[in-house]
């Protein structure tokens, strides 16, 4: 399939050169992007390491780790880690980057950790000159989201639910105008929900291991509330537990935190389809940031240029426009910088940014 007739395919819609396309009456796409900050392909696709779940530097109750996670096969054992994705995902949608069957996504930035893989993600090509820390500077590029916002059917139904707190500088929330909650902002989305006034309320008292990353529940919670009241076209959300709590050396709480976010995208899910305005219309991508090492053992904790294997990354696509093939096998290799325009084309705006963003990944056969 060529590559034009692919995007026609993957969103059942038409896409023309020179802007967004009018969505035909009755049918009008909608996209959530989801990433899980530094989730190992390797135990997404395997379950969880033998090597860590039984190591006392690692896990502090290893009983209760084994009781959770633990199955001979990694098969059964990535059910235990991620129930949702391996029945209700793995059986509608398509899974790219488990390397063990040939299926190869990678970041192409030259950084490996979080600022330059958002912005990877976000706006579709590395960028290792400007982007080369995690300080909170306001990003210079564009990301699909500012495009997307930009267009007249999308204005102010755009919107990004963020853990970390850097998320208002990787989206520039002042200059792009989309809606950014994020770190431990409360909401300020007035009237206040009943929810969200709670909401408000426990993040002042609920205390987050972290200074500058919540917990992922407050995203979870305030984006789904947002959703409800909105309806946006575009949401981000962006989890982030899995990658502190590995640097903080803890595999346990990490796998526990992986298996509250698939419990996260299965109820937005089940939201998605029980509301008309999403119902059969809307494309969910999961994708991470960057990976992290295996070998020497200790480097499962770690990533950046240093930890051979953390530029390893892996992607799923389920829901309007998705083939349901599963796991992709022997696939050419795909980049992380392939998402934003992949996201873009999914909406049926075309996307264009200075300089090329990858091309856009066909989610249909
Ligand atoms: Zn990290």
Redesign the pocket.
């Known amino acids: 399939m060529n590559h034009w007739k692919a995007l026609f395919t993957l969103c059942a819609m038409g896409l023309l050169l020179g802007g967004a396309v009018p969505a035909p009456a009755g049918k009008e796409p909608k996209v959530v992007l989801i990433s899980i900050d ?1 989730l190992r392909w390797q135990d997404f696709y395997g379950g969880a390491d033998l090597k860590l779940i039984y190591n006392k530097e690692y896990v502090k109750d290893t009983i209760a780790t084994h009781t959770n996670f633990y199955a001979e096969e990694a098969g059964e054992r990535r059910k235990l880690l991620m129930p949702f994705f391996w029945s209700v995902v793995a059986n509608q949608g398509r899974l790219y980057g488990n390397r063990d069957l040939g299926s190869y996504v990678n970041c192409s930035n030259r950084m490996w ?2 600022y330059p893989g958002y912005n990877e993600i976000l706006t579709g090509f590395a960028d290792d000159k400007r982007i080369w820390s995690n300080r909170k500077m306001p990003n210079p590029n564009v990301t699909v989201l500012e495009v997307v916002n930009k267009q007249p059917e999308f204005q102010g139904k755009v919107a990004a639910f963020c853990s970390w707190d850097a998320f208002p500088y990787i989206i520039n929330e002042q200059r792009s105008k989309v809606y950014v909650n994020a770190g431990f902002e409360k909401s300020a989305d007035l009237p206040l929900s009943p929810r969200e006034e709670y909401l408000n309320r426990m993040i002042d008292i609920i205390p987050s291991p972290w200074n500058n990353v919540r917990l992922d529940a407050f995203t979870h919670e305030y984006g789904l509330e947002y959703a409800k009241k909105h309806h946006p076209r575009l949401v981000y959300l962006s989890y982030g537990e899995t ?1 502190d709590f590995a ?1 903080d050396g803890r595999y346990d709480h990490y796998l526990f935190a992986a298996r509250r976010v698939d419990g996260f995208i299965k109820e937005w899910w089940d939201f998605l389809q029980a509301d008309p305005y999403y119902k059969d219309q809307t494309t969910i991508l999961v994708v991470t940031d960057h990976g992290r090492g295996t070998e020497p053992l200790n480097t499962w904790k770690d ?1 950046s240029i240093d930890i051979p294997g953390a530029d390893q990354i892996w992607m799923a696509a389920f829901g309007a426009g998705v083939s349901p093939d599963g796991e992709v096998r022997g696939h050419a290799q795909l980049y992380q910088n392939q998402i934003a325009a992949t996201v873009a084309a999914c909406l049926g705006v075309d996307y264009t940014n200075e300089p090329t963003p990858g091309q856009p990944i066909p989610l249909t056969h």
């Open positions: 530094g950790f979080s990658d640097h990533h």
